[in-house]
């Protein structure tokens, strides 16, 4: 029993040291590396093809080599033309006509703080040291032998707007953006996003007409571009994934760091499938057909900026006199599960839960159930903390019925202590016979700790990813369930009713280990000041059920029988 108690407070304690660590790391993030040039990036043989310069010759000043030497100033690294504001109930968005790039995304609904509820999160954004944006267009081809038609916008080319401010209006459900850029050779080609009430998922057309008297021939690509500057939200980003991701019918869901990305390109071609750039709550993805070839790829560039594409392996053939319509979606927006399993098979993983998502869904869709009764994620919370406790209660019944039996026999087991003094390995032999004699599970008092850890770690990433309880309320004091307790009064709490648990329970033969767990409590109410007051909010709600529990069993229960 001693021994198990001792291997579980050391885990316990590899735990707690882990979270420090990383909070550390996250308090004091090593400065960021940066490529001198972005000719030392080296893309895939795949990705040869697109164009990955950001500025076209004639563009500005500031040119890759220059730039790389002053990577933490708020410069521009893309070309800028005509920028065209879109205003929708979701959306204020710009889309600049270099390449007719989305560039800037303003999520109305979602302020950047409580404390700035005019403010919209800004998830994308053409500017350092946050850049994200959204670039698509025809990867560049050599000329043909049978002397096809090859020239084609990319995201370097600068379109012909027709109008640079688009309002949704009251009623209509749909706003068309259109941009359009000819060749010199006559082909003409259209690129149009359309914006749908209420939604974030965009849809990107792109239309190629062509009047000559020779076939046309294209290879589409999409791509997101991102820079390594993480955004710091929550209790910060060391905790939650920010990166590239893909998925697709081979290899499913698939982390693509930036990491990988600067160490070795991608270069994968599979069929269908969708590719991402993450952060904490929001999301950019790129969704094409499904029944499309496609090859992945990444580069990665200076400043720290990192290209996460897709582009069509078969090409797209336009005989003479006729035109041809690609469809695209673009989704740019919350990690709303919902909605994201709707749009795309996978794409509602970008929910990133680790390893114990088997356990944080289904507690993620009963925390939903009980809000839509309830109105307030706050209570919620402490209703999915009661049953919890109802599903484990025969669970802990066994064991509070353990710890009574351990707690009668601590006379008995300090009568061994005292007789065998320093003697170890007699004293473990003498304790084994007396719970063997006793008929007494010396590990019984440890199991309802040991089932609690998956559920209070699956809980604490469903607390954390979850967009839906972001800048939550409470009551009174506790504006953000996401955040920690301004004040520290849930995490006090936590401290004292765990504190009253290990009253509790047997004390440890052992005084050193006596000792260790008199100032565990201490040691958690430390740790616990920096998680999310929801997380808090369950494990204080959760020892307190386990007070009033253990209290009934020992008292009532065991005593009846």
Same mark, same amino acid.
Request: with cysteine; hydrophobic share 40%.
């Given at each position: 029993m001693e021994?198990q108690?001792?291997?579980l407070?050391?885990a316990l304690?590899?735990i707690?040291?882990?979270?420090?660590?990383?909070?550390?790391?996250?308090?004091?993030p090593?400065?960021?590396?940066?490529?001198?040039?972005?000719?030392?990036?080296?893309?895939?043989?795949?990705?040869?093809?697109v164009?990955?310069?950001?500025?076209p010759?004639?563009?500005?000043?500031a040119t890759r080599?220059?730039?790389?030497?002053?990577?933490d100033?708020?410069i521009?690294?893309?070309?800028?033309?005509?920028?065209?504001?879109?205003?929708?109930?979701?959306y204020?968005?710009v889309?600049?006509s270099?390449?007719?790039?989305?560039?800037?995304?303003?999520l109305?609904q979602?302020p950047?703080s409580l404390d700035?509820?005019?403010?919209?999160f800004r998830?994308?954004?053409?500017?350092?040291?946050?850049?994200?944006v959204?670039?698509s267009?025809?990867?560049?081809?050599?000329?043909?032998?049978?002397?096809?038609?090859?020239?084609?916008?990319?995201?370097?080319?600068?379109?012909?707007?027709?109008?640079?401010r688009?309002?949704?209006?009251?009623?209509q459900?749909?706003?068309d953006?259109t941009?359009?850029w000819?060749?010199?050779?006559g082909?003409?080609?259209?690129?149009?996003?359309?914006?749908r009430?209420?939604?974030?998922?965009i849809?990107?057309?792109?239309?190629?007409?062509n009047?000559?008297a020779?076939?046309?021939?294209?290879?589409?690509?999409?791509?997101l571009?991102?820079s390594?500057e993480t955004?710091?939200?929550?209790i910060?980003?060391?905790?939650?994934?920010t990166?590239?991701?893909?998925?697709?019918?081979?290899?499913k869901?698939?982390?693509i760091?930036?990491d990988d990305?600067?160490?070795?390109?991608?270069?994968?071609t599979?069929k269908?499938?969708?590719a991402?750039m993450?952060?904490?709550?929001?999301?950019?993805?790129?969704?094409?057909?499904?029944?499309a070839r496609?090859?992945?790829?990444?580069?990665?560039?200076?400043?720290?900026?990192?290209v996460l594409?897709?582009?069509?392996?078969?090409e797209t053939?336009?005989?003479?006199?006729?035109s041809?319509?690609l469809?695209?979606?673009l989704?740019?927006g919350p990690k709303?599960?919902?909605? !994201?399993?709707?749009?795309?098979?996978?794409l509602e &993983?970008?929910?990133?839960y $680790? #390893?114990?998502t088997? +356990?944080a869904?289904?507690?993620?869709?009963?925390?939903?159930?009980?809000?839509?009764?309830?109105?307030n994620w706050g209570?919620?919370?402490i209703?999915l903390?009661?049953?919890?406790k109802?599903?484990?209660?025969k669970?802990?019944?066994?064991s509070?019925?353990?710890?009574a039996?351990?707690?009668?026999?601590?006379?008995k087991?300090?009568?061994?202590?005292?007789?065998?003094?320093?003697?170890?390995?007699?004293?473990?032999q003498?304790?084994?016979e007396?719970y063997k004699?006793?008929k007494?599970n010396?590990l019984?008092?440890?199991?309802?700790?040991?089932?609690?850890?998956?559920?209070?770690i699956?809980?604490?990433?469903?607390l954390?990813?979850?967009v839906?309880?972001?800048?939550a309320?409470?009551?009174?004091w506790?504006r953000? !369930?996401?955040?920690?307790?301004p004040?520290?009064? &849930?995490?006090i709490?936590? $401290? #004292?009713?765990?504190? +009253?648990?290990?009253?509790l329970?047997?004390?440890p033969v052992?005084?050193?280990q006596?000792?260790v767990m008199t100032?565990?409590?201490?040691?958690?109410?430390?740790?616990?000041?920096?998680f999310?007051s929801?997380?808090?909010?369950?494990w204080v709600?959760?020892?307190?059920?386990s007070?009033?529990q253990?209290?009934?069993i020992t008292?009532v229960?065991?005593?009846?029988?």
């Amino acid at each position: 029993m001693e021994t198990q108690r001792l291997l579980l407070v050391v885990a316990l304690g590899l735990i707690l040291f882990m979270i420090w660590d990383a909070w550390e790391k996250y308090q004091n993030p090593p400065p960021p590396t940066t490529q001198t040039i972005a000719g030392e990036a080296k893309p895939s043989a795949a990705a040869g093809e697109v164009p990955s310069a950001e500025v076209p010759e004639g563009g500005p000043a500031a040119t890759r080599s220059k730039a790389a030497a002053v990577p933490d100033q708020r410069i521009g690294v893309l070309q800028y033309g005509d920028r065209i504001e879109v205003k929708t109930d979701v959306y204020h968005a710009v889309i600049d006509s270099f390449g007719g790039d989305l560039r800037i995304v303003d999520l109305l609904q979602y302020p950047v703080s409580l404390d700035e509820p005019d403010k919209p999160f800004r998830l994308m954004n053409d500017t350092l040291p946050q850049l994200f944006v959204a670039q698509s267009g025809f990867a560049k081809r050599r000329p043909t032998a049978d002397g096809s038609l090859v020239t084609a916008p990319n995201h370097t080319t600068r379109y012909r707007v027709q109008q640079t401010r688009y309002v949704l209006p009251d009623g209509q459900e749909a706003l068309d953006v259109t941009l359009d850029w000819t060749s010199p050779e006559g082909v003409r080609f259209v690129k149009t996003y359309t914006f749908r009430r209420g939604e974030y998922l965009i849809e990107v057309r792109h239309r190629i007409e062509n009047p000559t008297a020779r076939i046309w021939r294209g290879n589409y690509y999409q791509q997101l571009q991102k820079s390594g500057e993480t955004v710091k939200m929550g209790i910060g980003s060391t905790y939650t994934y920010t990166g590239g991701v893909l998925y697709d019918n081979e290899d499913k869901y698939q982390k693509i760091s930036f990491d990988d990305m600067r160490e070795e390109p991608l270069n994968k071609t599979v069929k269908g499938g969708w590719a991402a750039m993450i952060q904490h709550y929001f999301l950019g993805a790129w969704i094409p057909p499904q029944d499309a070839r496609l090859n992945y790829y990444t580069l990665a560039l200076a400043q720290e900026r990192f290209v996460l594409g897709m582009k069509m392996v078969d090409e797209t053939v336009v005989a003479p006199g006729k035109s041809q319509e690609l469809v695209d979606r673009l989704f740019v927006g919350p990690k709303l599960q919902h909605v !994201l399993e709707k749009i795309a098979p996978g794409l509602e &993983l970008t929910v990133d839960y $680790g #390893i114990l998502t088997i +356990i944080a869904k289904p507690i993620f869709w009963l925390l939903e159930f009980i809000h839509r009764f309830v109105g307030n994620w706050g209570w919620s919370i402490i209703l999915l903390t009661i049953l919890i406790k109802l599903a484990f209660y025969k669970l802990s019944e066994k064991s509070y019925k353990s710890m009574a039996q351990m707690r009668k026999l601590q006379p008995k087991l300090a009568a061994l202590k005292e007789r065998y003094g320093d003697d170890k390995q007699k004293l473990q032999q003498a304790m084994m016979e007396m719970y063997k004699k006793e008929k007494i599970n010396p590990l019984g008092g440890c199991l309802p700790i040991l089932v609690q850890i998956p559920v209070f770690i699956a809980l604490y990433w469903v607390l954390l990813e979850s967009v839906e309880l972001r800048q939550a309320p409470w009551i009174l004091w506790i504006r953000d !369930l996401s955040t920690r307790d301004p004040y520290f009064v &849930l995490p006090i709490l936590m $401290g #004292i009713t765990m504190f +009253i648990q290990q009253k509790l329970n047997p004390a440890p033969v052992d005084p050193i280990q006596a000792k260790v767990m008199t100032f565990l409590p201490i040691v958690f109410t430390f740790f616990f000041l920096f998680f999310p007051s929801g997380l808090v909010l369950y494990w204080v709600v959760n020892n307190t059920l386990s007070i009033a529990q253990q209290w009934y069993i020992t008292r009532v229960v065991i005593k009846e029988k």
